[in-house]
């Protein structure tokens, strides 16, 4: 691929590569659990099974990726890398641009059922004023475009390229959501394109206490509460996937990359078990069926060894939070030390970490509320 150019993409996955998947399930070799354990050592065995069966007999590849070719998508060459993305227009002439940014384990499927009611609000009972031509780019390394192909792929770096990628499309002014990774890529999008962008909405800040003792005095029952999940999410582990695919994402590659099994259990860790199976099934398989776990990794060791000085002024663009209860409860003292116009923040009663699919009409209607105000 070769300068600007714009290439239409649809996925076609070989049926040797299912084929493949099939074989290594049906010959997993099963570690032995502790009675009872439920999740002390980690993601418990009948629950691994239980996914690794189904995605063995009852999952159904070829109707997500259907789903996945329903929409236009393209790839194109940003910093010498080749990205994937969708861009669906919105039938309305007043329509925002927004581009919209996953986490991981997750990708672009995060966003699929949220792209119809966001371009043509009209003919899902909404406000046609509320239109947005939506662009959803797999991050570098995630998916159809294959594994990256040199270091340094960070935050800020997806963010340059994000920005690369509106102005190609002909963006001049457009929003940024994210949910998880881009939650840390939009508000840097952001910053590196304010005067193309009109506002940033995610799901999470990731601000955290700097330390010092006087930061804590005041805080209110929802934020201590808050900060309690955290720790005790650290304190049994939930971090620790992080700590590592920062350290060494080549090492635990090696693993993850062969077994299908393997890689499943690791991303189940982070899954609630409210999430339906298929939800889990149909991002990890993207990941393994484009071979693309091992360079997914390589992101948390960029971000972890940054090779430019990190920005300390905060970030002014204009900033909602949708903060939802099953999720990190982002603090919003410390997410205004760090975010220094941020106009919109709602606490929601129900939703988690994924949002954009266990709690898609609230996520919807934030948007649409928070973007309403900055047209």
């Known amino acids: 691929m070769a300068g600007d150019a714009i290439t239409p993409f649809q996925l076609e996955v070989p049926q040797r590569d299912l084929d493949d998947l099939r074989d290594r399930l049906a010959r997993v070799r099963w570690p032995d659990e502790l009675d009872d354990a439920g999740w002390t050592y980690g993601v418990p065995l009948r629950l691994v099974r239980e996914l690794t069966d189904r995605w063995r007999d009852g999952f159904?590849?070829?109707?997500?990726?259907?789903?996945?070719?329903?929409?236009?998508?393209?790839?194109?060459?940003?910093?010498?890398?080749?990205?994937?993305?969708?861009?669906?227009?919105?039938p309305e002439p007043g329509a925002l641009g927004l581009i919209c940014?996953?986490?991981?384990?997750?990708?672009?499927?995060?966003?699929?059922?949220?792209?119809?009611?966001?371009?043509?609000?009209?003919?899902?009972?909404?406000?046609?004023?509320?239109?947005?031509?939506?662009?959803?780019?797999?991050?570098?390394?995630?998916?159809?475009?294959?594994?990256?192909?040199?270091?340094?792929?960070?935050?800020?770096?997806?963010?340059?390229?994000?920005?690369?990628?509106?102005?190609?499309?002909?963006?001049?002014?457009?929003?940024?959501?994210?949910?998880?990774?881009?939650?840390?890529?939009?508000?840097?999008?952001?910053?590196?394109?304010?005067?193309?962008?009109?506002?940033?909405?995610v799901t999470q800040l990731f601000s955290f206490p700097s330390g010092d003792p006087a930061e804590?005095?005041?805080?209110?029952?929802?934020?201590?509460?808050?900060?309690?999940f955290l720790q005790e999410f650290d304190a049994r582990g939930g971090l620790a996937y992080n700590a590592y695919q920062s350290a060494q994402p080549q090492t635990l590659a090696y693993a993850l990359q062969d077994s299908p099994a393997g890689w499943l259990a690791w991303v189940t860790q982070l899954f609630t078990e409210e999430v339906d199976l298929d939800y889990i099934l149909t991002n990890a398989s993207l990941y393994w069926l484009t071979g693309t776990v091992g360079s997914s990794l390589r992101r948390y060791h960029a971000d972890a060894h940054p090779t430019e000085p990190s920005p300390t002024a905060p970030?002014?663009?204009?900033?909602?939070?949708?903060?939802?209860?099953?999720?990190?409860?982002?603090?919003?003292?410390?997410?205004?030390?760090?975010?220094?116009?941020?106009?919109?923040?709602?606490?929601?009663?129900?939703?988690?970490?994924?949002?954009?699919?266990?709690?898609?009409?609230?996520?919807?209607?934030?948007?649409?509320?928070?973007?309403?105000?900055?047209?």
């Open 60 to 90: 159904d590849w070829r109707a997500q990726e259907a789903r996945l070719n329903a929409h236009p998508q393209f790839t194109t060459e940003l910093d010498g890398q080749r990205v994937h993305f969708l861009q669906v227009r919105s």
């Open 101 to 201: 940014t996953h986490g991981w384990p997750m990708s672009v499927f995060e966003y699929l059922d949220l792209i119809g009611p966001l371009t043509d609000p009209r003919a899902h009972g909404g406000d046609p004023a509320d239109a947005f031509h939506v662009v959803v780019p797999s991050l570098p390394g995630v998916g159809p475009a294959g594994p990256t192909t040199e270091p340094g792929w960070d935050t800020r770096r997806v963010a340059r390229a994000w920005a690369q990628l509106m102005a190609r499309l002909g963006y001049e002014r457009y929003g940024a959501h994210g949910n998880d990774a881009g939650s840390l890529v939009s508000p840097e999008l952001g910053r590196v394109a304010g005067e193309h962008v009109a506002g940033v909405h």
């Open 216 to 228: 804590f005095a005041g805080l209110s029952e929802s934020d201590q509460a808050a900060l309690a």
């Open 315 to 375: 970030t002014t663009v204009p900033t909602g939070v949708a903060v939802f209860a099953k999720d990190f409860q982002t603090i919003r003292r410390f997410a205004e030390r760090d975010h220094s116009n941020i106009v919109r923040w709602t606490r929601f009663d129900r939703g988690s970490h994924f949002s954009p699919h266990d709690a898609p009409d609230l996520l919807l209607e934030d948007l649409r509320a928070f973007y309403r105000e900055l047209r």
